[in-house]
């Protein structure tokens, strides 16, 4: 709490003077001169009045409040960016259902995996300024990472952030998750099997991964968690996102993770590689996230750095499973970026999942419209949300991705959406 009134404070007080000056990582030149948005109460589109455009959204709404009433489910937050526009967001269920607190736009979850979008945005940005060779040798850099035949000598940077390290998939995550030491791991990486060949093929990493957030804190000189945070958060003015197990319990608001409706220990595991899978916030900040993604806050993330760190570079696995992985085809992976088609429509963005929480962010270039979905719970069944609303806005009639017809019946009741608030200071 006292981070986050400290954060608070400091935005505030930053808004009076309407600027918000990034110093180049070792040296003095400006990165960055932006103003950060900062409004006192901002009026979201939280409710039927509010919400204007192609997409269907009050079947979206029914949809979405029948879905969180499964007990598979606990929590589940929903925005929308439609044209570009935030035109819908929506809380329903329960943040911890030991004390039946409800989900609200300021209620925090974990990213999981979309962190790793940040991280590719990071260097790209840093590719831009001229501080990160995404061509150099990873070896080059005091990193922990190694590879099996010395092979950190041979992969890029670039290798690194599009997975193709050549190792197994998931390479010794389950070590990671046991507790061990990630630059340990990383170190004992040598002796892992390969997939490929480094640098030949896509095989999706956590701890390798994080090789990038020991690179980045070198070219800031500082932890690579306030690197970020103030080289993209702040000045998106995401206040209500960062780094840390820490930052996610000691808030005032924030989703426990459950399985099957009952609430679970928290797992510091993934917090350990935080350019993995490190990054928590509420929502709107996800919105805001997106927004910036689609390439509408240029002042922050200029086209150029997301033309680098969307850049498709090597050909992946279909995504997903059951009927979603049936959809998708021609998907690739950019630095800590997915793209892939869907039903004619190319489409970007990323999914995350760890114990307790799973997170989506999709959406489609070229209408700029997609959606950001969190919820505390392990079931995969709302990695179907996004495809929904975009099948509404194409208007594609037969649409059924939220259909739970399919589904076995709910045992007993469910939770019951909750309404958003009407204000939050962003």
């Known amino acids: 709490m006292k981070r986050v009134f400290v954060v608070l404070l400091g935005v505030a007080a930053l808004a009076l003077t309407g600027w918000f000056g990034l110093r180049a990582f070792g040296g003095g030149q400006p990165l960055a001169s932006v103003a950060i948005p900062f409004s006192a109460a901002e009026s979201l589109p939280d409710a039927p009045d509010k919400w204007r455009g192609r997409i269907d959204y009050r079947t979206f709404d029914r949809q979405l409040a029948e879905l969180a009433q499964r007990p598979e489910m606990a929590g589940l937050a929903v925005a929308v960016v439609e044209d570009g526009k935030l035109t819908f967001v929506r809380t329903y269920g329960v943040a911890d259902a030991a004390t039946g607190a409800p989900v609200t736009p300021h209620t925090l979850f974990r990213w999981a995996s979309v962190s790793k979008t940040a991280t590719g945005a990071m260097a790209a940005a840093l590719a831009k300024d001229g501080t990160l060779d995404l061509d150099r040798p990873v070896a080059d850099w005091r990193t922990s990472l190694r590879l099996p035949g010395g092979a950190e000598a041979r992969i890029s940077v670039a290798n690194l952030l599009s997975q193709r390290t050549g190792l197994t998939k998931n390479a010794y995550d389950e070590k990671l998750e046991e507790g061990q030491d990630p630059q340990l791991l990383r170190a004992s990486l040598?002796?892992?099997?390969?997939?490929?060949?480094?640098?030949?093929?896509?095989?999706?990493?956590?701890?390798?991964?994080?090789?990038?957030?020991?690179?980045?804190?070198?070219?800031?000189?500082?932890?690579?968690?306030?690197?970020?945070?103030?080289?993209?958060?702040?000045?998106?003015?995401?206040?209500?996102?960062?780094?840390?197990?820490?930052?996610?319990?000691?808030?005032?608001?924030?989703?426990?993770?459950?399985?099957?409706?009952?609430?679970?220990?928290?797992?510091?595991?993934?917090?350990?590689?935080?350019?993995?899978?490190?990054?928590?916030?509420?929502?709107?900040?996800?919105?805001?996230?997106?927004?910036?993604?689609?390439?509408?806050?240029?002042?922050?993330?200029?086209?150029?750095?997301?033309?680098?760190?969307?850049?498709?570079?090597?050909?992946?696995?279909?995504?997903?499973?059951?009927?979603?992985?049936?959809?998708?085809?021609?998907?690739?992976?950019?630095?800590?970026?997915?793209?892939?088609?869907?039903?004619?429509?190319?489409?970007?963005?990323?999914?995350?999942?760890?114990?307790?929480?799973?997170?989506?962010?999709?959406?489609?270039?070229?209408?700029?419209?997609?959606?950001?979905?969190?919820?505390?719970s392990d079931w995969g069944f709302p990695f179907r949300i996004p495809f929904a609303a975009i099948d509404s806005y194409h208007k594609r009639g037969d649409g059924h991705w939220l259909d739970l017809s399919e589904l076995p019946p709910a045992a007993g009741g469910g939770s019951a959406a909750s309404p958003v608030a009407p204000s939050l200071k962003k």
């Open 190 to 376: 040598t002796a892992a099997p390969l997939q490929c060949e480094p640098g030949t093929c896509h095989t999706y990493q956590n701890i390798a991964f994080d090789t990038a957030s020991e690179i980045v804190s070198q070219i800031a000189g500082k932890p690579f968690p306030d690197a970020v945070e103030q080289r993209l958060f702040l000045p998106l003015g995401m206040v209500n996102a960062g780094y840390g197990m820490k930052r996610l319990t000691g808030a005032s608001d924030w989703a426990r993770p459950h399985r099957n409706g009952q609430v679970r220990p928290l797992k510091e595991a993934y917090w350990r590689v935080p350019a993995a899978a490190g990054v928590e916030s509420d929502i709107v900040d996800f919105a805001t996230w997106m927004r910036a993604m689609m390439g509408l806050r240029p002042d922050v993330l200029p086209k150029p750095v997301l033309e680098i760190a969307h850049q498709p570079r090597v050909h992946t696995e279909r995504l997903y499973g059951s009927g979603l992985r049936q959809a998708i085809s021609d998907a690739s992976y950019g630095l800590g970026w997915r793209n892939f088609s869907y039903d004619g429509h190319r489409l970007e963005g990323h999914s995350g999942a760890v114990s307790g929480y799973r997170a989506t962010m999709i959406f489609e270039p070229a209408t700029r419209t997609g959606v950001v979905a969190l919820w505390n």
